[in-house]
């Protein structure tokens, strides 16, 4: 890769660009329509040059600065441009924070202590934003549920605990599904459903390992 291919990359970016807001203002003027489409190719294109610029130079922790900011950005615009009254972007523009500072800590990131610390925050943020702008429904089970996985996968991934981990995960779902049963529809008890599948987890483990464990103990006998 050298500076013809990025220069190249940058005028067709520029001439692409240019192309869809002129395509995007002549559609509106014939149909009498005031939609502005044009913003998604153009933030699309906008990869093509910044990519090959970062692999370029090696600044992949600039790339991801640069390119969180835009990501944040363009949510923004179209939230603005599509549904003003809600501000649906700061759901959606947080996980974009954790690009940037992913790469900044390295091999930090893949400690326990980082996935607990980044799992207690992003449930205290969603939580945040449940009580606060839709309090109507506990939502924020669902996504406590999925991050609670990262930090718990790495502790006894690290121990090699995988029967603990089954009993562990199995009991984060039973209560999990308890929980969703309860707050959706408290009339109708569905929750056994899954939970019985989760139970056939550590049960499958549990006969695996003691299988493993008398096998072993009937050739160490011969």
């Given at each position: 890769m050298n500076k013809n291919t990025i220069g190249f990359s940058i005028a067709g970016k520029v001439m692409c660009i240019l192309f869809f807001i002129i395509a995007n203002m002549t559609i509106?003027?014939?149909?009498?329509?005031s939609e502005v489409w044009c913003i998604y190719p153009v933030f699309a294109l906008l990869w093509w040059p910044m990519s090959m610029i970062a692999c370029y130079?090696?600044?992949?922790?600039?790339?991801?600065?640069?390119?969180?900011?835009?990501?944040?950005?363009?949510?923004?615009t179209v939230n603005y441009?599509?549904?003003?009254?809600?501000?649906?972007?700061?759901?959606?523009?947080?996980?974009?924070?954790?690009?940037?500072i992913v790469m900044f800590m390295g091999k930090k990131a893949g400690t326990i202590k980082f996935?607990?610390?980044?799992?207690?925050?992003?449930?205290?943020y969603y939580m945040?934003?449940?009580?606060?702008?839709?309090s109507q429904y506990p939502w924020t089970i669902y996504i406590a549920y999925g991050v609670l996985w990262w930090p718990i996968s790495l502790c006894f991934a690290r121990k090699k605990q995988p029967f603990v981990?089954?009993?562990v995960c199995s009991s984060l779902s039973v209560l999990f599904f308890i929980i969703v049963?309860?707050?959706?529809?408290?009339?109708?008890?569905?929750?056994?459903?899954?939970?019985?599948g989760f139970m056939w987890w550590p049960l499958s483990m549990?006969?695996?390992?003691?299988?493993?464990?008398?096998?072993?103990?009937?050739?160490?006998n011969k």
């Open positions: 509106n003027n014939m149909a009498g329509v130079r090696g600044s992949y922790k600039g790339y991801a600065i640069v390119s969180s900011f835009m990501i944040i950005i363009f949510l923004i441009v599509t549904s003003p009254i809600y501000p649906w972007v700061v759901y959606a523009a947080y996980p974009a924070i954790w690009w940037p996935a607990v610390i980044c799992s207690g925050v992003t449930i205290i945040a934003l449940n009580l606060i702008i839709s981990y089954s009993i049963n309860y707050v959706s529809s408290p009339y109708e008890i569905w929750c056994i459903y899954p939970i019985f549990y006969y695996y390992y003691h299988k493993r464990r008398v096998t072993g103990t009937i050739l160490q």
